[in-house]
């Protein structure tokens, strides 16, 4: 890369046409479409205004579910990902920012798979209502939990919250 603030598309193009043969490619303009085992993508090269790549990028990636949904019986989830130059602290509310470093990362191993330590975080803030906008934890009634009872809950973390939460619940 020439450049290191700018990502060439050259580059991103050698990097995707070296992706497995599972993996599907498509160009439209700068933009890229990848599906593959672990996902779709659409993908645009962060520029110099970052609020009209992720602008354009968001048009492309809903003009492509709606394409799609002509075409398959089950439209998969679309990620728009703004692939940037350079690693650091990169953040957009409507879009994912991946360094190009990780992209191949995240083509293969798509949506990382919540753990368990994770899980328990969300519960405890969706239980809280620590979360903006104020999601409020819902459907955890004794039907829902089956032959569980109230103590067989999933293990809680170390959080000193959890407890608290787990207080909280409505089938506590």
Sequence with gaps: MANPTRLDGADLDRLLTSLPRAFAVGAFGDDRFVAGP???????????????????????????????????????????????????SHHHPDVTVVPVDLLTDVLHDGHQRLDVATMDRIFVLLAEHRLDPAWSLIGWTDERMGECSSSDRPTASTWPSTTSAATALPSS
Excluded: I, M, Y
């Design 38 to 88: 672990a996902g779709g993508f659409v993908l645009r090269a962060a520029g110099e205004d970052v609020d009209r790549d992720v602008q354009g990028l968001l048009k492309v990636t809903n003009a492509t579910r709606v394409a799609l949904s002509d075409h398959l019986p089950w439209v998969p989830f679309l990620d728009p990902l703004l692939v940037s130059p350079t690693a650091g």
